[in-house]
T-cell receptor, first 114, second 111 residues
Framework: GAGVSQSPSNKVTEKGKDVELRCDPISGHTALYWYRQSLGQGLEFLIYFQGNSAPDKSGLPSDRFSAERTGGSVSTLTIQRTQQEDSAVYLC????????????FGPGTRLTVT | GQNIDQPTEMTATEGAIVQINCTYQTSGFNGLFWYQQHAGEAPTFLSYNVLDGLEEKGRFSSFLSRSKGYSYLLLKELQMKDSASYLCAVRAQWGGFKTIFGAGTRLFVKA
């Protein structure tokens, strides 16, 4: 079956521009996560959704970052006024509501801010 | 605060056994995961522990001690394709889903 998909796969943007990253989770998965991974580093938790609501936004680095999820499915992560330090791979994952809740990761969006 | 520690790098020989340790200090606990990540790829799930003890899954086993805040991943009969980063992750909320990842242990398997 279809896995988690993310778009775009690569994004190069100029400093100061806004970017929108999209995540399509596995159908039926109620939980959705956003992480950021800088080169050679671990995953940094940004936000997670349970259904359409985000119980924990504590990982968002600044108020330039926001995320939403509509219809319990697709999610978008928006970064306003991008800075060079925002350059990273942004990973989305989804998990089912039962069992071990293992996370299934998408291929990521590589963001480069010039 | 939330903290997960694991060694940065390890090297082992093909066919051998390697143990990757992880210690954690989190405000809550609702399960511990191990993921494998090959260079340039997304992480993939390996194991899950929520109760103390050993979970075995083929060549991979994972152990958890909640009282010690400690886990390890054991890889047996190492193969060259096991060269990857191994990420320890803790669901750090009682009854919740927020997941904190360690920085990962890069494992090199040599012939």
């Amino acid at each position: 079956g279809a896995g988690v998909s993310q778009s775009p796969s690569n994004k190069v943007t100029e400093k100061g521009k806004d970017v929108e990253l999209r995540c399509d989770p596995i159908s039926g998965h109620t939980a959705l996560y956003w992480y950021r991974q800088s080169l050679g580093q671990g995953l940094e938790f940004l936000i997670y959704f349970q259904g359409n609501s985000a119980p924990d936004k504590s990982g968002l680095p600044s108020d330039r970052f926001s995320a939403e999820r509509t219809g319990g499915s697709v999610s978008t992560l928006t970064i306003q006024r991008t800075q060079q330090e925002d350059s990273a791979v942004y990973l989305c994952a989804s998990s089912p509501s039962t069992g071990s809740y293992e996370q299934y990761f998408g291929p990521g969006t590589r963001l480069t801010v010039t | 605060g939330q903290n997960i520690d694991q060694p940065t790098e390890m090297t082992a020989t093909e066919g051998a056994i390697v143990q990757i340790n992880c210690t954690y200090q989190t405000s809550g606990f609702n399960g511990l995961f191990w993921y494998q990540q090959h260079a340039g790829e997304a992480p993939t799930f390996l194991s899950y522990n929520v109760l103390d003890g050993l979970e075995e899954k083929g060549r991979f086993s994972s152990f958890l001690s909640r009282s010690k805040g400690y886990s390890y991943l054991l890889l047996k009969e190492l193969q060259m394709k096991d060269s990857a980063s191994y990420l320890c992750a803790v669901r750090a909320q009682w009854g919740g889903f927020k997941t904190i990842f360690g920085a990962g242990t890069r494992l090199f398997v040599k012939a």
